[in-house]
């Protein structure tokens, strides 16, 4: 399997702020990431493909501007949520991809 | 595009009774089937899969066989207990891109003692 973390577990922004969401493979080198949202009682909404090196691979109707993906390394992967407002709120949630996907715990985003 | 649709819930079972949770897909391609859980507090989980046509993904006494005259994948399991209540996911890599997961809308179990 794989262990992943994020980092924070819940966070509460001001609208207009940006906050910066990190996801880490703890033992395994992972070249994909995925970014997962996930709205109260529904199901998990794709968001982006991370890829590390290279640039993200977003999904249709999600705002590359708005969530920045950066993958820097082979460990941590980072969604930064640009200006955020009250309709971001989520629980945003990343994966790693070793054959079938890991997920982390996910981190709680209330904007006010 | 590749698609999940599970049964709605919640579903509220009393302990040691049958669960089915039914699940459907669309996809193009030969995709690979999984169920995932999602305990409260926590992140998901695989519970089990399976990656070809008549293949049964089993664990903690779930099971779920692919089947691709139905295009099903339901989940079963003969007798909950009260720790199985949780959210259920199906979800689906697609033949056309391995790694992608579409994930269905969610089923709430809680089973009572």
């Known amino acids: 399997g794989a262990v992943v973390s994020q980092h924070p577990s819940w966070v509460i922004c001001k609208s207009g702020t940006s906050v910066k969401i990190e996801c880490r493979s703890l033992?395994?080198?992972?070249?994909?990431m995925f970014w997962y949202r996930q709205f109260p009682k529904q199901s998990l909404m794709l968001m982006a493909t991370?890829?590390?090196?290279?640039?993200?691979?977003?999904e249709q109707g999600v705002e590359k501007d708005k969530f920045l993906i950066n993958h820097a390394s082979l460990t941590l992967s980072t969604l930064t949520v640009t200006s955020a407002h009250p309709e971001d709120s989520s629980f945003y949630i990343c994966?790693?991809?070793?054959?079938?996907?890991?997920f982390g715990p996910g981190t709680r985003l209330t904007v006010t | 595009g590749d698609s999940v649709t599970q049964m709605e819930g919640p579903v509220t079972l009393s302990e040691e009774a049958f669960l089915t949770i039914n699940c459907t897909y669309t996809?193009?391609?030969?995709?690979?089937l999984f169920w995932y859980v999602q305990y409260p507090g926590e992140g998901l989980q695989l519970l089990l899969k399976?990656?070809?046509?008549?293949d049964k993904g089993s664990n903690k006494g779930f099971e779920a066989t692919y089947r691709k005259e139905t295009t099903s994948f339901h989940l079963e399991k003969g007798s909950v207990q009260v720790s199985d209540s949780a959210v259920y996911f199906c979800?689906?890599?697609?033949?056309?891109?391995?790694?992608?997961?579409?994930f269905g809308q969610g089923t709430i179990l809680t089973v009572h003692p």
């Open positions: 994966s790693v991809s070793r054959g079938e996907q890991y």
């Open positions: 033992d395994f080198q992972a070249t994909t």
């Open positions: 991370s890829n590390e090196g290279s640039k993200a691979t977003y």
């Open positions: 996809a193009t391609g030969y995709p690979s």
């Open positions: 399976a990656t070809k046509a008549d």
């Open positions: 979800a689906n890599a697609g033949g056309t891109s391995y790694g992608k997961l579409t």
